[in-house]
C-alpha cells in the first residue's frame, strides 16, 4: 500500500465490531492503516461506547448508520444510497467481516467501483441439503474480489463447497494482542469482580461453555456428558455474546434440571470482560457448528493459559496443539468427553502450570497480532495494486470494511 501515501484513506464499517473480534485487534488495524497514511472511518450500527472511543484516539471516525435488512427502504434503495456516499469517500477497498447484510453491502461497494473482501463467518448453510440457502451464499461470495478464511481446512472447505471461489480464496490467520492476556494484566481485582458479581466459588473448578447457544451448537450430547462426569467440584459457566437463541434456552434449561447440572450452571456475558473470564476458567469447552468460522475462543483461552476441549474436526488441530494444549474428542461421543472431563480436572497444580506455559507460548508463537495484520495488509495491498492508476490519484479513497454476525 505504498500508494496509500498519495492519498489512499480507509473506512471500516462495522454492525458490532466488538462482535466479530476484540477491541485490540481492530484498535491495531485502524492504527497500521493510518501508518500506511490511511483515512479511516468507521461504519456501525452497534458499536460500544468504550471501542469507539479507542478507535476515534487512534484518528478513525465513527459513522452510526442503518443496517441492511433495517427499516422500511428496499434493498435496491439501499444498494444505490450506500453506492453514493462510498463513491463520494472515494472508498477503493471495501472489506465485509460476516455475511450479514453481505449482499447490500458487497453490491453497493462493486457499484461504487471499490475492490471487495468478504471474511465469512459461514462456510456454508447449517446442512448443504439447502440448496437455496447454498445458492444465495455463492451469490454472495462472487460478490467478493477476494475471500478471506482463517486456515487451510477452512480453504479446503470453501473450495469444495464453491469451486468457482478458488482461486480468489487467501488465508489470514487469526491474531490477538496476546500481551493484554498475560496474567499480570488480567488477573486479580478483573477476576475478583467477576466471582463477586456472578457468586462463583473461587474453590471449585470452572469449565467454560462458549456459545451462542443455539440448536447448531454447543451440542446438547457435550452437556449431557459432563453430568456423567464423576467429579463434582466444578461449575459450568455458559458464556455468549449477542447471538443467543432464546427459545433454545428453554430447552436448555428443561436438560440442566434433568441431569441435575442446574445447580452448578452459571450464565455469564462473554463480551463484558472476555479476557478475564476465559483467565477464570480452568478449562473451556468450544464446540461452533460445523458451518461457522470461529477461530477466536480457540486462541483467547491459550492465551490466558487455559487448555481446550473440542471436537476431532479437520481444521481445528490448527487452533491447538492436541494432547499438549488442548484435546480433540470424536463428535457425540460422551464417554471419550466425559473422560477428558475428568484428566483435565484432576490435573495437579505443577501440571496444570506445565500446560498453561505451553499453553501461553504457542498462543504467543502462532497467533500474533503482527502476523496476521501483516498478511491483511498484504492482501490488502495486492487489491490496490490492480487497481487502475487513476484511481488512486485525487481525494483520499478508501480501505473498507465491515463486520457482520
Same mark, same amino acid.
Given at each position: ?5 498519495? $492519498? ?23 492504527? &497500521? ?16 461506547? &468504550?471501542?469507539? /472511543? ?17 427499516? @422500511? ?16 469517500? /472515494? ?58 478464511? @482463517?486456515?487451510?481446512?477452512? /480453504? ?12 480468489? *480464496?487467501? *488465508? ?15 488477573? $486479580? ?64 434449561? &428443561?436438560?440442566? /434440571? ?15 470482560d472476555r479476557a478475564a473470564t476465559f483467565a477464570l476458567a480452568d478449562l473451556v469447552l468450544h464446540l461452533p457448528p460445523p458451518d461457522v468460522v470461529d477461530?477466536? @475462543? ?56 506445565? *500446560? ?31 487497481? @487502475? ?7 483520499p479513497a478508501g480501505f473498507a470494511g465491515s463486520v457482520g454476525q
Amino acid at each position: 500500500m505504498a500508494e496509500a501515501r498519495e $492519498g489512499l484513506g480507509a473506512v471500516l464499517a462495522a454492525r458490532d465490531p466488538a462482535a466479530f473480534g476484540e477491541d485490540g485487534s481492530w484498535l491495531a488495524l485502524v492504527q &497500521a492503516l493510518r501508518e500506511e497514511g490511511a483515512q479511516v472511518e468507521v461504519w456501525a450500527a452497534d458499536i460500544r461506547p &468504550a471501542l469507539a /472511543r479507542l478507535l476515534e484516539r487512534a484518528g478513525s471516525r465513527i459513522e452510526r448508520l442503518d443496517w441492511p435488512g433495517d427499516g @422500511p427502504f428496499s434493498q435496491v434503495f439501499r444498494v444505490r444510497r450506500l453506492a453514493a456516499r462510498l463513491q463520494a469517500a /472515494r472508498v477503493t477497498l471495501f472489506h465485509l467481516f460476516g455475511c450479514s447484510g453481505g449482499a447490500t453491502l458487497l453490491a453497493a461497494a462493486r457499484r461504487a467501483g471499490s475492490r471487495t473482501v468478504l471474511a465469512p463467518d459461514r462456510l456454508s448453510p447449517p446442512s448443504p441439503r439447502h440448496r437455496r440457502h447454498l445458492t444465495a451464499l455463492g451469490r454472495l461470495f462472487a460478490l467478493a474480489d477476494a475471500l478471506e478464511v @482463517p486456515s487451510e481446512a477452512a /480453504r479446503d472447505r470453501l473450495s469444495a463447497l464453491f469451486p468457482e471461489c478458488a482461486a480468489r *480464496i487467501r *488465508i489470514v490467520p487469526p491474531g490477538l494482542d496476546i500481551a493484554t492476556r498475560a496474567p499480570e494484566r488480567v488477573g $486479580g481485582l478483573r477476576i475478583a469482580a467477576l466471582i463477586e458479581r456472578f457468586q462463583l466459588d473461587s474453590g471449585r473448578r470452572h469449565v467454560l461453555v462458549c456459545g451462542p447457544f443455539s440448536r447448531e451448537g454447543p451440542p446438547l450430547w457435550a452437556l449431557r456428558a459432563m453430568a456423567t462426569c464423576q467429579r463434582g467440584d466444578f461449575d459450568l459457566l455458559l458464556c455468549s455474546g449477542n447471538a443467543t437463541d432464546r427459545a433454545f434456552l428453554v430447552e436448555l434449561q &428443561a436438560l440442566l /434440571r434433568a441431569t441435575g447440572l442446574e445447580a452448578r450452571v452459571r450464565f455469564l456475558p462473554l463480551d463484558e470482560d472476555r479476557a478475564a473470564t476465559f483467565a477464570l476458567a480452568d478449562l473451556v469447552l468450544h464446540l461452533p457448528p460445523p458451518d461457522v468460522v470461529d477461530p477466536l @475462543p480457540f486462541i483467547e483461552a491459550q492465551a490466558a493459559g487455559v487448555p481446550v476441549v473440542t471436537e476431532a474436526r479437520r481444521g481445528f488441530e490448527e487452533f491447538l496443539l492436541p494432547g499438549v494444549t488442548g484435546w480433540l474428542v470424536p463428535r457425540g461421543d460422551r464417554e471419550a468427553l466425559a473422560a477428558v472431563f475428568a484428566t483435565a480436572l484432576s490435573l495437579d497444580p505443577a501440571a496444570r502450570d506445565r *500446560i498453561a506455559a505451553r499453553c501461553r507460548q504457542f498462543a504467543r508463537e502462532a497467533f500474533s497480532l503482527a502476523r496476521s495484520l501483516r498478511a491483511r495488509l498484504q492482501l490488502y495491498r495486492s487489491l490496490v495494486a490492480a487497481l @487502475p492508476h487513476g484511481s488512486r490519484t485525487g481525494e483520499p479513497a478508501g480501505f473498507a470494511g465491515s463486520v457482520g454476525q
